[in-house]
């Protein structure tokens, strides 16, 4: 029986005093079927050095959330749903 975990940010928010609050799903599988998430919060102080988190974080921090490929991917995703 093979656990696995990904870990993903899964909510990103800016707090009002600038620091980047990042919710982090722990998503459990057991041979491949899913099991259950938990969640972790960690926060990026202003100024705090991104280069060793996710592309989303470091995007989000710099300022390049909508960028070309996460539209065209969000794009699929709604082309996709309306053919359903």
Known sequence: ???????????????EDGQIEIRYA?????????VTTD?????????EDVSGKEALVRDVVNGNVFTAERIAARQAVKDAEDRQ
């Open 1 to 15: 029986m093979a656990l696995t975990e990904t870990r993903i940010p899964d909510r990103v928010i800016t707090l």
């Open 26 to 34: 722990n998503r459990i599988f057991r041979n491949g079927n899913y």
């Open 39 to 47: 969640y972790d919060v960690e926060r990026i102080d202003v100024g």
